[in-house]
Nanobody
Framework: QVQLIESGGGLVQAGGSLRLSCAAS????????MGWFRQAPGKEREVVGT????????YYVDSVKGRFTISRDNAKNTVYLQMNSLKPEDTAVYYC??????????????WGQGTQVTVSS
């Protein structure tokens, strides 16, 4: 059974940092693109950042550029999201996802269950 399991969420003050992890199991994801999405209350889910299978290309939504860093360790089948200088507007449930192909972010093949990130002002 393929699973993506997120961890590392929590409550942090504005300006603080958190590191999210997404551990994949059930098969190797070294050939998949992976990414982080988030959904705030009352808002649509949005992509936060993505990373290609070899870690060679990354994408970030404008609102997190310079503050968040996505990385992956294929040997551990794990993708990370380092979040610095957190803002209250970063509060959301963060989801890990994986897929293949140029349009994978529109319909990822796999989703994690989500982890809550709350940033207090």
């Amino acid at each position: 059974q393929v699973q993506l399991i997120e961890s590392g969420g929590g409550l942090v003050q504005a300006g603080g940092s958190l590191r999210l992890s997404c551990a994949a199991s059930g098969r190797t994801f070294s050939s998949d693109a992976m990414g982080w999405f988030r959904q705030a209350p009352g808002k649509e889910r949005e992509v936060v950042g993505t990373i290609m299978w070899n870690g060679g290309m990354t994408y970030y939504v404008d609102s997190v550029k310079g503050r968040f860093t996505i990385s992956r360790d294929n040997a551990k089948n794990t993708v990370y999201l380092q979040m610095n200088s957190l803002k209250p507007e970063d509060t959301a449930v963060y989801y890990c996802a994986a897929g293949r192909g140029s349009g994978w972010i529109n319909s990822p093949s796999y989703w994690g269950q989500g982890t809550q990130v709350t940033v207090s002002s």
